[in-house]
Structure formats: C-alpha cells, structure tokens
C-alpha cells in the first residue's frame, strides 16, 4: 500500500482506504474515491497529479492526493 502521490504517469491502481480528517474524507469520496475503485494516473503538473476515475479526470493537488491510499 502506497499514498497516490508516488505513483507514475500510466500506473494503475486500486483505493484501498483514505486518511486524513472526516471533512478530507468526505470530499475524496464525494469525488468517487472509495475503496475498491480502480485509478490511474494519466499526468503530473508539479505536484499535482491528474487521475482517472470512474470515467472522469480528475486533478488533485498533492496534499489531498497523499490521503489516498492505493494497491499496485
């Protein structure tokens, strides 16, 4: 298990869980980040990553991408 963040552009992975406060939390699965969901991560601007999920882009900046915890 890994934070988001580490992975490279055209890995894929699984959510396995999220950390940070309950607020944080409810964002990420508001956004569909929840357990079991595959991702994948289509580019990196910075410290930004910009993922695919459930058929949508999204871009996360690199603080609320480390609360997302993921299997290889």
């Not at 396995?16 to 990196?44: A, C, I, Q, W």
Request: glycine residues 6%; aromatic residues 2%; without cysteine.
């Amino acid at each position: 298990m890994m934070p988001l963040t580490l992975m490279q552009i055209g890995d894929s992975a699984t959510i396995s869980r999220l950390s940070g406060n309950e607020d944080t939390k409810h964002y990420l699965m508001s956004l569909g980040f929840v357990s079991g969901v595959p991702v994948e991560v289509l580019n990196r601007l910075g410290s930004s990553v910009i993922v695919s999920i459930k058929s949508s882009r999204i871009a996360l900046n690199a603080d609320m991408a480390k609360h997302i915890m993921v299997n290889l």
